[in-house]
């Protein structure tokens, strides 16, 4: 009888352990690599050679993988779009955000003896420590603090969600409100990292931290990678949302520390990259900022881990300097809305996923906001308010396999840089409509997802022309 009452006891203990699982909202960790398209990644099976990434194919083969995952062109565009579920001709950034490193209220840092060369492509840029100090008056200032992001909808919850971001910001400049703290007047609880859109330098950066600026030296993505663990660490029994947006493997182009290379990338000669030599250096970027995914997911206790969405992403195609990989035409790569500059990994490991999911139906990283929200609360629509138009559409019907079909009709990317571009793309499921400029291309995406093979648009064929006039007919409505 005792023995009876004993096991009756851990049954109903067991179960509610697993209620109280339930009730627990989960956490979310947000991890975003700089300047990666789809060929980067073996997992994808897309080009050729590819980085080593045992993390991030790992998760894939837990999670789940999207085929033909859009995001904005650039860096900037894309991570507001995120935040706020919003296209840039709503939220205001519609390009990349200068860099304002003179501006930053203290001495740019020498480099330390040990870092390694970097290969900066000044001759595009300007000379380093003066990129961005004009404005130009046709470039963006940053995300109006009038935007609701997510970590603000997050901390609106009956349990509120500590928030933290790491690394990369590149929404804020010197014309904001709130400049140097505008993550944390954002929805952040804490963030450090490097507002600019590139580091100075890896080895050597302004590093701020909740709005104080100082010199920083060691190796940056190492620092943004402790500074998640900390941030997580510190959150016990709390839901967090933590933001983690790598530097790497954005320019400029080097060989990280070799602590954090495991493959034959620890040979590479650290004084040979150059411009004419950069895709060795640019895989072993990646290879690094795997090695500190890794360092990431495994300082999360397993059973906090079991109950955290593990979000992987690339804010927009490889940069042509890192020279992408095969088949990716350089030309057509980051800063082009080409399936080279818009189609980028995203991968999702986490409650309720079944392992090694594809989905090969479209998406944008517009719609992580609504997916984040509805994960987090049930819903999105009784967390956003009614009268804010949101262009997000709620991904958790693929993540749970309640969906079979396309949720979208057509995905939707632009940048806008001034006089220098104004590109913009909109595709369904068969055809793919590019603006560069104002000069048009259309694609048949469908059967030349590589765009190989423009059509003749004083040639189409009636089923064409339809879809055509349709896309047309959407990108202006979009404009």
Known sequence: MKRLKFLLLAVLATMATGILAQEQPPNFLVLIGDDMGVETLSSYGVGTPTAVTPNLDRLANEGVRFENFWAEPVCSPTRAAILTGRYAFRNGVPGPLMAFWGRMGVP??????????????????????EVGDPMPDDYTPG????????????????TPYATGAMGKWHLSSPFNENWLDHPNANGFDFYAGTLAGTAYSYFAWPHVENG????????????????????????????????????????????????????????????????????????????????????????????????????????NGTDRWSDPPAPIDPQRA??????????VPLIIRGPGIEAGTTIPYMAHVVDLFATILELAAGDNESVVPAD??????????????????????????????GAMRNFRALRNSEYKLIINNGNEELYHIAEDPAELHALDLDNLAESERSHYLALRAQLEALN
């Open 108 to 129: 740019l840092p020498d480099k330390p003896a040990t870092a390694h060369k970097e290969a900066l492509f000044n001759s595009v840029l300007g000379p380093i420590e």
């Open 143 to 158: 995300l109006l603090n009038s935007e609701l992001l997510i970590p603000e909808l997050l901390k609106r919850l009956p």
């Open 212 to 315: 104080e600026v100082r010199q920083e030296t060691g190796y940056v993505d190492t620092t943004n990678a402790d500074n998640a663990i900390r941030f997580i660490s510190e959150q016990g029994d709390r839901p967090w949302f933590a933001w983690v947006a790598f530097n790497n493997p954005h320019t400029h182009v080097h060989l990280p520390p070799t602590e954090l290379l495991h493959s034959e990338a620890r040979d590479l000669d650290p004084d040979a990259v150059s411009p004419d030599n950069t895709q060795p250096y640019f895989l072993a970027q990646i290879e690094a900022l795997d090695t500190l995914t890794g360092r990431i997911t495994a300082s999360i206790p397993e059973d906090v881990l079991d109950n955290t969405y593990v979000i992987f992403l690339g804010d």
């Open 334 to 343: 980051k800063m082009t809305t080409y399936e080279g500059g818009v189609r």
């Open 388 to 417: 804010r138009p949101i262009d997000s559409v709620s991904l958790v019907p693929y993540l749970h396999g309640s969906a079979d079909e396309e949720l979208r009709e057509w995905n939707y990317s632009s940048v806008r840089m």
